[in-house]
């Protein structure tokens, strides 16, 4: 079983709202509860793991460039792990380099895993919206709510996407300039799994 550790939202998503982010103190308590609660089994079971341990420390204390560091040393004991691959993902967003966060998010696509892939999918539009890939950031949206048809973010996302290729091009690319520091309402699940 995977653990995962939420990040904005169910594992700290960085990917907030565009009106509103939650309050510190709710994700952080979220994240600590989510580690402790499902990381023991899985980690103390598998290569890896202390590298995991770190990673999820370093991203928690938002140290993303020393937490990828981590997540990469895990994947050289474990180069299949969707769950590593899932929080390179996260760690590579928040350092902005979406482009290697959708090959991650892809890697975790890959698992099989329902939550995993639900989250994966999820966090995989917002690389692709940060991207302003607004298209393929919508049929990730999509793909996350068949997979998690009550995820609330997802389709709060998918409602701003489509909002968003209803106007016109001119809006879009003055939004986009705008909005690229705002995070123009995505929400993102970022947190990490706990588990490799």
Not at 15 to 35: D, K, N, S
Not at 78 to 85: F, T
Not at 104 to 111: G, K, L, N, P
Request: proline fraction near 5%; charge should be negative.
């Amino acid at each position: 079983m995977l653990a995962m550790q939420p990040f904005p939202g169910r594992f700290c998503r960085t990917l907030e709202r565009v009106t509103r982010r939650p309050a510190p103190h709710v994700a952080c308590i979220v994240v600590a509860f989510g580690v402790a609660a499902m990381t023991a089994p899985v980690l103390y079971a598998q290569k890896g793991r202390a590298e995991v341990g770190e990673g999820n420390r370093l991203y928690a204390e938002g140290r993303f460039d020393e937490a990828y560091e981590k997540y990469l040393e895990a994947l050289r004991d474990n180069p299949d792990s969707p769950v590593i691959r899932f929080n390179e993902g996260n760690a590579l967003y928040q350092t902005q380099e979406f482009q290697r966060a959708l090959d991650a998010y892809r890697a975790a696509i890959e698992s099989g895993d329902q939550e995993l892939v639900s989250k994966a999918w999820y966090n995989l539009g917002n690389a692709l919206y940060r991207q302003q890939q607004l298209e393929g950031a919508l049929e990730a949206y999509k793909q996350s709510l068949r997979l998690d048809p009550n995820d609330e973010d997802a389709k709060h996302n998918l409602e701003m996407v489509l909002q968003q290729m209803q106007q016109p091009a001119a809006a879009t690319t003055a939004r986009a300039t705008a909005g690229a520091a705002a995070t123009a309402g995505e929400r993102e699940r970022g947190a990490t799994a706990a588990g490799t």
